[in-house]
């Protein structure tokens, strides 16, 4: 046993080498992928393993990473990157299961969301996805706090199950929000987790309670100022919890960039396709390159990941979250986050 696999190892390196000799200019990587897309060295993947319905809109994807994942802590998120239509798209999911060798996310489709509706209408086992290791800050502290609050909506629920599923919390109270009682992912076992006393759930079914605002959070949890909280939603509930809760016992997380500065666009090029589009100052420059159907890096398209870093050879941006203006003179190459930056003027990108 102790010598067969370095031998395996070597066989395949001396096969792999052979390979590239009479191979070139497809790198023998190429082939390999083909019949162990998940093995050691190869960039990190994940083989979908099943794919479940949670409602009509949202599915849950059950993922098999290869050998160099290195794990999560609940309230991660992944980056994947997936195919559609023939074009590599990379968007971040929060992991919704306890830490196993096996993980899974939850997607919601979103209305003309490209990689949503790929994955909820059309992912099926089998199928192999590029993957990034578990980032993200959203997590539970080492000392469980004794009594934890979670305010979600929507597929805001999702980080808050991964941590639900993995740790054992004394005292929690569930303020979820969805349009619907049929709309609750998870539905059936956060009811269930309720029904064994194992926390206070509050449903909250938008089209017909209408939207949470926060005096009802505070008449519904009256111990809120004893609770460490961890928020999920939209970015309008989020806004309005902050605002409201100026706290640092509350910690949120968006799945999307909040957007507060916006102002004059402009030309923007993209010097290596010699492409030229007129943005507008509100439109992130990533948008504005795929739109106009230039290949751009990408990761969780809200500031956090720096998988859309790209150099400014020329020009002016601002950063859409501070009203920030960054400028390059030609040479300086100043990398910008494309996802969370618009053209204050011209500029011109190097991809
Ligand atoms: C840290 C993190 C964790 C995330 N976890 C999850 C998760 O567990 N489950 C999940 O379903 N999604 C999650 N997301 C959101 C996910 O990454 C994608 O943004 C979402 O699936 C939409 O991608 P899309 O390609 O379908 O939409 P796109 O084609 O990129 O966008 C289509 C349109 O929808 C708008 N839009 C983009 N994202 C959203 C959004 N979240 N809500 C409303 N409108 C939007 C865009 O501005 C655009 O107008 C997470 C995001 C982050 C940053
Ligand atoms: S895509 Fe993640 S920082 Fe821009």
Redesign the pocket.
């Known amino acids: 046993m102790t010598t067969a696999t370095p031998l395996r190892l070597r066989l395949r390196d001396r096969v792999a080498r052979v390979a590239e000799l009479v191979a070139t200019p497809l790198v023998p990587a190429d082939f390999v992928d083909l019949v162990d897309p998940l093995r050691n060295g190869a960039d990190l993947r994940a083989r979908i393993v099943a794919v479940t319905a949670e409602t009509a809109d949202a599915v849950t994807i059950e993922l098999r990473p290869g050998r160099g994942w290195r794990g999560h802590t609940a309230g991660q998120?992944v980056r994947i990157g997936v195919d559609v239509d023939g074009v590599r798209?990379w968007?971040?999911?929060?992991v919704t299961s306890s830490t196993a060798a096996s993980f899974t996310?939850?997607?919601?489709a979103?209305p003309?969301?490209?990689?949503?509706?790929h994955l909820v209408r059309r992912a099926v086992a089998g199928t192999v996805v590029q993957l990034d290791q578990a980032a993200?800050e959203f997590v539970l502290p080492a000392a469980l706090p004794a009594k934890a609050l979670f305010v979600t909506a929507g597929?805001g629920i999702?980080p808050v199950m991964g941590m639900l599923r993995s740790t054992s919390l004394a005292d929690v109270v569930l303020v979820h929000s969805a349009p619907t009682a049929d709309d609750v992912i998870f539905a059936a076992e956060l009811r269930g987790l309720a029904a064994s006393g194992l926390l206070r759930l509050v449903e909250k079914h938008t089209d017909t309670d209408g939207m949470l605002t926060t005096d009802e959070l505070a008449a519904l949890v009256p111990d809120l100022a004893e609770r460490e909280a961890w928020a999920c939603g939209p970015t309008g509930m989020l806004d309005a919890l902050e605002a409201w809760w100026p706290t640092d016992r509350l910690h949120t997380?968006?799945?999307?960039p909040s957007v507060l500065v916006t102002g004059e666009g402009g030309s923007v090029t993209f010097a290596r396709t010699g492409t030229v589009v007129e943005a507008d100052g509100a439109t992130p420059l990533l948008d504005a390159g795929e739109a106009a159907g230039v290949l751009m890096p990408s990761g969780?398209?809200?500031g956090?990941c720096f998988g859309c870093v790209l150099p400014l050879r020329e020009g002016a941006v601002r950063d859409l979250r501070t009203g920030d203006i960054t400028t390059a003179a030609v040479g300086d190459g100043v990398l910008i986050q494309t996802c969370i930056s618009a053209a204050a003027g011209a500029c011109d990108l190097d991809v």
């Open positions: 998120y798209q968007r971040a999911y929060s996310i939850t997607v919601k979103i003309d969301g490209l990689v949503s509706n993200g597929s999702t997380e968006r799945f999307r969780c398209r809200m956090i």
